[in-house]
């Protein structure tokens, strides 16, 4: 034993283990600055900063430990290398953190971007392995220093994501990640400063790694600034859907003062109509101009069809740059909705932490009540009005989906507009599964506390929606873009007897606010104006194509235009059946709507109602046994309809549902909002 002890090389050991402390610590430290600085939106507790320094840390220990226990037999490295093993194995550990952070942020989003990034990433690793190893030598080099390596190891990271700026532009590089970026280059300021040898030899890297950044991100720019090179009548296009808001929300001046601001500077359809009563089929129509009887996706795992035509693709090809931001996962990259978009950013609905701090993110999935899921659409807004700060001076169509006021209800308490006392209810609610069941069915004063979260989400989203008006408005965008204002369908608080969406084709899911916010000078109607006229949604795509004065087949969509009916108050009123169907639980059904009535066919039982909407705008009495020519035109209308969608289906090419894949991060977020159990 004690020959073996005389035969180690303590002073090696002691090296090395300076060396791997060091790298802990700089890898720890990076992955701090860069949640802290670049998290979401709250600052963290001190708790929180100190857990995910130290799981950083002991994460690099121990995979330095492993690595350098089971590599050097395996390479034939002999013990004089371990040195340059130790420096090349910590530089490549800060570009794994990156990958780390990109797999969780991005592989949902399914970017194009993803392959370039981790091969950008892998060649920077490379690069930076080979010049660590260069360096260090035989083990023998005495100009060689651990600073060396702590440069090495930021100048990597730091190259990697100004290039995948410049690459591919995010919503999430904002101004706190500007300022992680500077805490960086203090760092490798310092280490150069530092670091004994010449500094000649640290330049030419250092150099290098400049120009490829640069020269990315000035590529980048070029090639984003080629969408505005072309001449459109309306530049810029920002879509704004709120998630589950009811059409009735607008006319509370109160509760929606932003949203209703809006809407008197623009034009406010009254009778709009969702095409389906839940997320998935509603916003699949609103981006192909097509019923879910065509497209399909109507379930929890559905997929848009690949090859049909999308809104965001006849924009892109028009030349505007396209871009999506929103928070609900089941409109991610895996249903299908990204088609066209240059960037399409649907994450999960985020915390504290942010989506490049690994350590911070393992600490949230081992203590996730502790670290808490936060409201987002906050931090969609702020990601948001900083993707309009960098695009500004580009003709772009920009889709912005905020998820609340969807289940689960957990409003600040700012907007809380009735503190519940009821246990069952309290400050969040998120119990839809006991509910649907039949398992608990809420009593008077549980209905209107939980009614009450949901009114305090609006209120809280509407602040939301007026922070992206105000970045408009700031970056003199506002007077000149088209502004739509839209919801995917409503919301039931018992009115027939259930709870929540998806589940009926009553109004109160269906019904959803319109407002189309003109360029100055454009269209002859008055500002603040209210059109009665019965729309859907599904005609987004034709209208906004139309506005844009984009060529495209009207026989394409199974919707029409509202381009003159927005524009114009002389246009003629169109009495087009609506057609809504594709719930996702329970038996499915069919409805339309024609002149003042609404006849609903259950698909499966046969199963008919009949409304005068004009009579009983709450579908209180059905008419189905006392007016039967009605009912026999509701059938008429429905079979004319579906069997017109039949034919655009397989014009289309559609001969069933195409399933997405679903990750298990998706599921979860699905099973959060009552999709999955």
Known sequence: ??????????????????????????????????????????????????????????????????????????????????????????????????????????????????????????????????????????????????????????LADLAVLVCSKGLFPGPFLESRHGFAFFVYGAVLFAGLSFSRGRLLSWSLPAIA???????????????????????????????????????????????????????AE???????????????????????????????????????????PTLAEGMREAGY??????????????????????????????????????????????????????????HVARAAVSWLRGHRERDFFFWIHLVDPHLPYAPPPSERHSESNVPTVGGSFHRLDRIRSGFWTPGFEEREAIQGLYRGEIAYVDRCVGWILDGLKELDLYDEALIVL?????????????????????????????????PAGMGTRSQGERIETPVTTESLTPTLLDLCGIEHDPEAFTAPSLAELVLSPGAEPFQEPLVSSGLYVFEDRACVRFGDKKYIRHLMSGKEELYDLEEDAAERRSLHRTDPSGLEEGRRWLAEAVSSLEEMREIHGITGRVEGAVSGQRAEHLKKLGYLK
Request: net charge neutral; aromatic share 10%.
């Open 209 to 263: 790694f400049a120009a490829m950044a640069g020269g990315a991100f000035l590529w980048g720019e070029r090639r984003t600034a080629m969408a505005s090179d072309r001449e459109h009548p309306i530049q810029r296009v920002v879509l704004i859907v709120v998630d589950t808001l009811r059409a009735d929300a607008l006319k509370e001046a109160e509760l929606t003062p932003r949203m209703r601001e809006l809407a």
């Open 321 to 378: 740059a396209t871009a999506a931001v929103g928070d609900n996962l089941v409109l991610a990259a895996p249903s299908g909705l990204n088609q066209g978009f240059q960037e399409y950013h649907f994450l999960k609905r985020s915390s504290r932490v942010s989506e490049y701090n690994v350590g911070g993110r393992w600490v949230e999935k081992w203590f996730p009540d502790a670290v808490g899921v936060g409201r987002t659409s906050d």
């Open 1 to 154: 034993m004690d020959s073996v002890m005389k035969r180690i090389d303590w002073k090696r050991v002691a090296f090395e283990a300076a060396l791997a402390l060091s790298f802990g610590l700089c890898v720890a430290c990076l992955d701090v600055v860069v949640g802290v600085f670049a998290g979401p939106r709250e600052s963290w507790p001190v708790w929180l900063v100190g857990a995910a320094f130290g799981v950083s840390f002991a994460a690099w220990i121990l995979f330095y430990g492993a690595a350098r226990a089971a590599v050097p037999p395996l390479w034939g490295l002999p013990i004089r290398a371990s040195k340059s093993f130790s420096l090349a194995l910590g530089v490549g550990w800060g570009v794994l953190f990156r990958l780390g952070s990109w797999m969780e942020g991005w592989v949902l989003s399914l970017n194009p971007s993803l392959g370039l990034r981790m091969g950008l990433a892998a060649a920077v690793s490379v690069a930076a392995g080979v010049r660590v190893y260069r360096l260090a030598g035989d083990g023998e080099n005495r100009d060689f220093s651990p600073s060396r390596a702590l440069v090495l190891l930021v």
């Open 486 to 518: 839209t919801s995917d369908h409503g919301e039931e608080f018992w009115e027939h007897g259930g709870f929540e969406h998806g589940h009926t084709l009553y109004e109160e899911v269906l019904r959803v606010p319109l407002v189309f916010k003109l």
């Open 266 to 308: 623009g034009v406010c359809l009254e009778e709009a109509v969702s095409p389906a009563p839940w997320t998935l089929p509603a916003v699949a129509s609103f981006m192909t101009g097509l019923s879910p009887l065509v497209h399909l996706a109507t379930t929890a795992y559905g997929r848009l069809p690949e090859g049909l």
